[in-house]
């Protein structure tokens, strides 16, 4: 085509021939034309075309040939030499490009396939990615229904309506025919049709347990198909035509019911199931797709947990309900005891009396008797009448003692007491009965053993008394020694009282008692029982001891109500034995005076006339009596500052004051809230000053209230000169005072 | 007059005062605190509390005639002037204030009134009486006399 030989013609040529010629030129000229304008204007309507480049190399190429093609129409005839040569410009232009071109083309045109080739890969590609898709639109779609069967399974704890609602949900979202489950009967050999979709009340059908199709569903935890015909899935009564449509079998784990059911089935061990099984609806051409599989295996285990929870929660109800019940009758019981105890206590304390009064009479009236005119025998009988009526009162008052002291109304009577005449006392008072026994009793006191102490003298010396008694009368032959000592913390901890913590302060100390003795000893193992009341050993009670089985216990009552611990060792019979107890005592506060806050006494013995020099504080808000006092005190010979506001003083007292008078009668304003700050401005107590509280009344309240502050002393207004002069000089020489009036 | 007889108008004078129920053993006392580091030590004292008496009696009275009666503000000036009279020695006036909070704790308005009226009638007299005493007093310092100690056996 392109091969245009422009031959210019020699002889004149055939006209027809020419004109053909020069029409096909002509047109193929308009088709040159065209083409770059077509292919231009496609090009500028897409939006991509990479080859711009080519294009107008293309481009020219045509436009080129075409201008050849056009000039050749000249050229039929005689032509100037202007034509030859615009026409030999535009062949040898043409010639240049379609050369440029057809270079050019060797690379372009394997590009240009190569898009073709990228262009049926991208193809594929949205092919594979479409169908991925599909795949997870769908597993959305069935994550979506297990969410929404499970909410629904889980949204109630009653076993019924879980597995009801689980058929309920699963028919509707996969659009079953028939739903059913079957479920293990008591024996555990067969299943039970439980629940079914469509029918309202299954009728009893059961399977037995152990068929092939059955034993293959619970072996796997997936969905199994199974055949229409098997006697699980012949649920419907189709008539003939229909063709069932396909089966699918899932296992449920009944995962805990078993461990909460009655416990008294044959097997508990093996994992129990129940079968769930699904049919498609009939005559449709359904299969059961691998997603809706998943979905009926999710749920399966859902309706598992779900029931096991349900199962836990029947449980926890009926544990509850069995607890109140409980409690009810616990608290019954208790109000029972309550009563009971409170009867005692009523007729403990009205037969106490009772049982008192005539006591007394006895033995007041027999010991009269003894002091007359009696004949030997009657006086060998008014002697033992004395002597049992005396034993009697003894066992009532300790049976009473021991009634108070379990119901814990029992209060030591705490007061300051000399401790090293306990123990004399003791000592003396056993002498008699152990020498005509001739056993040798000696009496150890530790140097260290303060003699004075703070507790209940009367509870502690018949606590001593009973132990030492028992010594002595235990041992017919031997010896008795009673030692006494303060317990330092490491023998405090003593392995046979692993549960006594004892606390060393300040305040107090712990007194430890141990008697031993080499009598007849006692059996190891009867050694609990002896705290016991009441329980007595054969070989005690054999030996008449006439005790009532009190005595240790009422002892052990006391020790531990002293803070303390009693136990006793023996080795065996006939080894003796060593009873020991330990009890918490306070430091008394001054050690050679028990001296007691408001015992109304007055000595008057060494009073000083005058106080030179004594650094004193008062406080009163009333100006007149303030000054009254202070006059006093001034003319005493004290140095006195008086203020009237709490914080005055706060702001004056320091340790130089000896002693503080103030008002505790001021209304508004709380003399006893001073005491306390005093109190914790100065804690060591040689630091404080004395506190003295002046008050226009002595009534209960007011000594009440100062005893609780820690007030020193208490003095009623008005106070003459002389009343002051032996206030100071109790204060300043026992730092206590008494009431003074 | 000369001072013996002066002395002895005075010591007639004082013990009348007593048997009166005017004073009582207290007053005694702060006598006997009166000395050479503190010579003035009872008319200090008895001017501290006509100087107090006023104030509290005032409050007493208006207190009284506020249209509620806050009866424990008044209980409290009555427990001030019982304190102070007391330490005076001021007998009478102590035992009116005695009377006087019975009727404040029953609230009784008419009754506290009364004894405001009461209380103040007893301090005047004893306040004329001690002012008397002490014009006395000063007679027997000026003319270059002393103050007699009193015994009295109650």
Request: proline content about 3%.
């Amino acid at each position: 085509m392109l091969a245009c030989n422009c031959i210019e013609p020699q002889w004149p040529a055939d006209e027809l021939l020419m004109k053909y010629q020069y029409i096909s030129d002509f047109f193929i000229a308009l088709a040159y034309f065209s083409i770059p304008l077509e292919l231009i204007y496609f090009v500028k309507k897409s939006a991509v075309f990479p080859y711009r480049w080519v294009l107008v190399q293309f481009g020219a190429f045509i436009v080129l040939c075409g201008a050849t093609h056009l000039i050749n129409l000249w050229t039929f005839s005689i032509h100037s030499r202007t034509v030859a040569m615009v026409m030999t410009t535009a062949k040898v232009l043409t010639a240049v490009v379609s050369c440029a071109t057809a270079l050019m083309l060797v690379h372009i045109i394997p590009d240009l396939l190569s898009v073709k080739t990228r262009e049926l890969f991208l193809k594929n590609k949205a092919a594979e990615l479409d169908r991925e898709m599909g795949l997870i639109r769908t597993q959305e779609e069935t994550g979506r229904h297990v969410r929404m069967l499970t909410h629904e399974i889980r949204s109630t704890l009653d076993r019924h309506t879980i597995l009801k609602t689980t058929l309920v949900e699963l028919g509707r979202t996969l659009a079953l025919e028939e739903c059913a489950l079957w479920m293990p009967t008591r024996t555990g050999l067969e299943l039970q049709l439980s629940y079914t979709l469509r029918q309202q009340n299954p009728v009893g059908y059961t399977v037995p347990i152990h068929l092939p199709v059955i034993n293959q569903v619970f072996s796997s935890n997936r969905a199994v198909k199974i055949s229409a015909n098997s006697p699980v899935a012949k649920l419907r009564q189709l008539a003939g035509r229909h063709i069932p449509g396909e089966v699918v079998a899932v296992r449920v784990p009944l995962l805990h019911l078993s461990n909460f059911q009655i416990n008294d089935w044959p097997e508990l061990s093996t994992k129990r199931y129940a079968l769930m099984v699904l049919m498609l609806p009939s005559d449709s051409a359904r299969q059961w797709h691998v997603h809706e599989l998943e979905l009926v295996e999710v749920v399966a285990d859902q309706v598992a947990v779900a029931l096991s929870h349900a199962a836990i929660l029947e449980e926890s109800m009926r544990a509850r309900d069995l607890l109140m019940e409980q409690n009810i009758a616990l608290d019954l019981a208790r109000r029972e005891a309550e009563t009971a105890i409170r009867a005692r206590n009523d007729f403990l304390a009205v037969m106490n009396h009772e049982m008192r009064t005539p006591m007394h009479a006895i033995i007041a009236l027999s010991s009269l008797l003894q002091e007359t005119e009696l004949t030997a025998e009657q006086r060998l009988m008014v002697e033992t009448i004395l002597r049992s009526s005396n034993l009697l009162a003894t066992l009532i008052n300790d049976v009473l003692d021991l009634s108070r002291l379990e119901d814990g109304s029992l209060q030591l009577e705490i007061a300051t007491f000399n401790l090293h005449s306990v123990f004399r006392e003791v000592h003396n008072m056993i002498k008699p009965v152990a020498s005509i026994k001739r056993l040798s009793v000696t009496l150890n006191i530790a140097a260290d053993l303060p003699m004075y102490a703070i507790g209940d003298e009367k509870r502690l010396m018949q606590t001593i008394l009973n132990v030492v008694g028992n010594a002595v009368k235990f041992s017919k032959e031997g010896s008795i020694s009673i030692t006494a000592f303060v317990a330092k913390s490491e023998s405090l901890r003593d392995f046979r009282a692993p549960d006594f913590f004892p606390v060393q302060s300040d305040n107090h100390f712990y007194l430890r008692v141990q008697v031993k003795d080499s009598g007849s000893g006692i059996n190891p193992q009867d050694i609990p029982k002896l705290f016991t009341k009441f329980a007595q050993t054969q070989a005690l009670a054999t030996r008449n001891s006439g005790g009532s089985g009190l005595g240790l216990a009422i002892c052990k009552r006391f020790v531990n109500l002293m803070e303390g611990h009693i136990w006793i060792e023996s080795e065996g019979l006939g080894k003796g034995c060593t009873a020991t107890f330990i009890v918490k005592l306070g430091f008394p506060e001054r050690s050679n005076e028990s001296k007691l806050p408001f015992a109304p006494k007055l000595q008057a013995n060494h009073v000083q006339t005058n106080f030179p020099g004594l650094k004193v504080l008062v406080m009163d808000d009333n100006g007149v009596s303030r000054s009254v006092t202070k006059g006093l005190l001034a003319h005493l010979g004290c140095d006195v500052t008086a203020v009237s506001l709490i914080d005055e003083l706060l702001h004056v007292i320091s340790q130089e004051h000896k002693v503080v008078f103030m008002d505790v009668s001021m209304p508004g304003i709380d003399g006893y809230e001073l005491a306390v700050r005093i109190h914790e401005k100065f804690t060591k107590r040689h630091e404080r000053p004395v506190l003295v509280a002046l008050t226009g009344s002595i009534d209960k309240i007011t000594k009440e209230n100062c005893m609780r502050v820690g007030v020193d002393g208490v003095i009623l207004k008005p106070v003459s000169v002389d009343k002051m002069r032996s206030v100071l000089s109790e204060l300043l020489e026992h730092r206590v005072l008494f009431e003074a009036m | 007059m000369e001072v013996g007889q002066m002395q002895r108008q005075w010591v007639d004078y004082t013990k009348s005062l007593f048997l009166e129920g005017f004073l009582d053993g207290q007053f005694l006392q702060l006598q006997q605190l009166q000395d050479e580091s503190n010579p003035d030590f009872v008319v200090e004292v008895v001017s501290l509390f006509f100087e107090d008496s006023e104030k509290l009696l005032n409050d007493l009275t208006r207190a009284l005639e506020q249209p509620t009666v806050d009866f424990k503000r008044v209980d409290a000036h009555v427990h001030q002037f019982k304190g102070s009279s007391s330490s005076i020695g001021a007998q009478r006036v102590k035992n009116a204030c005695i009377a006087f909070r019975n009727f404040c704790e029953e609230k009784n308005t008419e009754g506290c009134v009364r004894c405001v009226q009461q209380v103040k009638h007893e301090y005047y007299l004893v306040k004329s009486k001690l002012e008397t005493l002490f014009a006395l007093e000063q007679q027997i310092m000026a003319a270059g006399g002393s103050i007699p100690m009193l015994e009295l056996n109650f």
